[in-house]
């Protein structure tokens, strides 16, 4: 990620609109995941809101519990009021089944809990930290949160991961460059039903990858086969019999039968591949 002179005036220009734009709303809820994106949306909305703003984190088995504990970190190193719901989005059939929407369901479960604690304690607005890229992808939550009227001002002020990315890293958030991190789910082969015990394995196969050094990477679900995927520049590392060796065997005492690694490395939403043009086509849709 490089920035001219330029790019760093685009991005404090669009960073003025943010924070104008959180103070026309006078109070806020964010949906927080402790990623990059929602977690500069929080860090701003509570610069300029205080404590007319709450994060909140949703807790489910599709949250890694590191990811939890980091988010509940940053969280408590910038003083962002915090308060985490449980979501029960393994209980509904439509989400399990794990189709193209299974991300429309689980933002709804979400975005419907958010609108009941946001009429207990006095909140009139929901936002979540979609950015200006993600207007590109194939993001059926996005639906979901226009259905429940739920903000996006990250992209609305036409802020791009670059772009957040660089204005965190000004403000010395220790998050700046912290890879993706979707929710386990989003690892599972679609149409394979998702349970706790797939998520289980998905889960502790990750992190005995991370125990190995690796940064950047995904271990995609598809049955008795976790398909391994390593960021290109990581991937000279895990090309050796000896690492090879290290990775099958963590992968099998996370209870997968076969383990192959993706010789075109990791790609944020590989799984996507599979669905048909005219789904992809609707991007938010």
């Not at 190193?77 to 989400?95: A, K, M, V």
Request: proline letters at 4%; a negative charge; one cysteine or more.
């Amino acid at each position: 990620m490089s920035t001219t002179p330029s790019t760093i005036d685009s991005a404090t220009t669009k960073l003025n609109a943010l924070e104008d734009r959180l103070r026309s709303l006078g109070s806020l809820m964010v949906a927080y995941s402790g990623g990059v994106d929602s977690a500069f949306l929080a860090a701003v909305a509570h610069r300029v809101l205080g404590d007319r703003m709450l994060a909140v984190l949703a807790d489910s088995p599709s949250l890694a519990r590191r990811d939890m504990e980091q988010a509940r970190a940053f969280a408590e190193s910038q003083g962002i009021p915090l308060r985490i719901i449980q979501t029960e989005e393994l209980s509904n059939p439509d989400y399990q089944r794990n189709d193209a929407s299974r991300c429309f369901h689980c933002k709804t479960e979400l975005f419907e809990g958010m609108k009941k604690l946001g009429a207990e304690l006095g909140f009139a607005n929901i936002a979540y930290g979609m950015n200006a890229d993600d207007r590109r992808d194939y993001r059926p939550g996005q639906r979901a949160a226009e259905e429940h009227e739920v903000l996006a001002p990250l992209a609305e002020a036409g802020l791009t991961k670059d772009e957040i990315r660089s204005l965190a890293k000004d403000a010395d958030y220790t998050l700046w460059d912290r890879p993706a991190a979707p929710c386990l789910s989003s690892r599972v082969e679609y149409g394979r039903t998702v349970t706790r015990e797939v998520l289980d394995q998905i889960e502790r196969g990750e992190e005995s990858l991370r125990q190995l050094g690796f940064r950047e990477f995904r271990v995609r679900h598809h049955g008795e086969i976790a398909r391994v995927e390593i960021s290109r520049s990581e991937m000279p590392r895990a090309m050796n019999m000896e690492m090879m060796d290290a990775i099958s065997a963590e992968l099998r005492k996370a209870g997968f039968k076969y383990v192959t690694l993706d010789t075109s490395g990791f790609r944020s939403g590989s799984l996507n591949a599979v669905l048909p043009a005219d789904v992809l086509l609707r991007r938010g849709a």
